[in-house]
């Protein structure tokens, strides 16, 4: 069991539940002994959505922002390619995003910080299955925050944080991960590990991978799709999940043209050696 699993079996075990209508207290600003001290030495995983918005607050293509911004752990128990903010190699370890004065990305800040002091969690990891999620409040000794008088309710911590859009937003990426395919103890080979981690962290790769190779003429895609995808990295996301289900878990999510796959028929003909005759 890895420290992601270990976490979340705490969770679910001790932690209490909480609801939209739960309340809590907290408050984070200036003047707050702990303020921007939580924000180093932590793991931050990076959702596609975070790495869309971040890399175009900074100006920068997403392999940019990979290269500099981004780690991608290797574990034998991962089922899918994962994105980790990387820290600034400091004493703290603290974000590279953040200064004396707050977070400089702060309209653009990854889903985990947004929560943040809340957790999601569910007992279920079927896809398409929400029944039994909860939200639970992060008890951080570090965090002062807790102990102010502001009051939340969770729903209203959520739209304040600007949670429903990134949630709406990841929604597709979610049901991706937990798709069956990774549920039924399948593994993908490194040619597809590399396939998902461009489609879903490094869009301005993906893009390239589609306008500048033969992929539109066996694949087919109408015109206001290519139109949408070649100038909006969040509809650029959403066609990359469709593909990633065609590609990687064979569902019938793309449609080949007629000439491309009469092509593929007569390519695999070739490959079959003709039957001895009797």
Known sequence: MNEIERFKEEVLKNYPRLNVNSTFHFECRPGISCFNAC??????FLTPYDIVRLKNRLGITSQEFLDKYSLSPFDKNLKYPVVLLKMNDD????CPFVADRGCTVYEDRPWACRMFPLGMASPSEREGDDDGQFYFLLQEKICQGLNEKKEWT???????????????MGEPFKELTLHRFFRSGK??????MEMFHMVCYNTDKFRDFLFKTSFFDKFDVDNATQAAIKDDDVELLNFGY??????????PTMKVKDQAAQAAREKLAAKVPPQKQQ
């Not at 969770?154 to 709406?168: A, C, F, P, S």
């Not at 593994?187 to 597809?192: A, G, H, L, T």
């Open 39 to 44: 924000c180093g030495d932590v793991n931050i």
């Open 242 to 251: 469709k593909w990633l289900r065609f590609a990687l878990m064979g569902e």
């Open 154 to 168: 969770v729903g209203k911590w959520l739209d304040d944080q600007g949670i429903t859009e990134y949630n709406r």
């Open 187 to 192: 593994e993908m080979s490194p040619q597809k």
């Open 91 to 94: 004493e703290r370890k603290t």
